[in-house]
């Protein structure tokens, strides 16, 4: 069974960083695209930025030159470095991962698992 778990959120006031952590545990065998999506209250869920199996990165256009993605596949670990918060960057963060798992190699199959999710409040 695989788990996907966020750390990191919390309070920060405007122009202040933070770092979100999010890792998989379970019979993985590889890691997929990485992504991190955020939903505001009463907001659709957005991808916030993304980065894949070789490295490629994708960032929403609110966030450009704000946030980096970056991941460590011996960890099975995506972290999102967030910096020059806003008022708008006032979310819940989630991760998501396609992960390949399975009891035996030959059994694994891809899925795409979501974290819980964690609170990211930035004060103006």
């Known amino acids: 069974q695989v788990q996907v778990v966020e750390s990191g959120g919390g309070l920060v006031q405007a122009g202040g960083s933070l770092r979100l952590s999010c890792t998989a545990s379970g019979i993985i065998f590889s890691m997929n695209a990485m992504d991190w999506y955020r939903q505001a209250p009463g907001k659709q869920r957005e991808l916030v930025a993304g980065i894949t199996s070789g490295g490629t990165t994708n960032y929403a256009d609110s966030v450009k030159g704000r946030f980096e993605i970056s991941r460590d596949n011996a960890q099975n670990t995506v972290s999102l470095q967030m910096h020059s918060l806003k008022p708008e960057d006032t979310a819940v963060y989630y991760c998501?991962?396609?992960?390949?798992?399975?009891?035996?190699?030959?059994?694994?199959?891809?899925?795409?698992?979501w974290g819980q999710g964690t609170q990211v409040t930035v004060s103006a």
């Open positions: 998501n991962a396609d992960i390949r798992a399975g009891l035996t190699r030959i059994k694994a199959y891809d899925a795409a698992y």
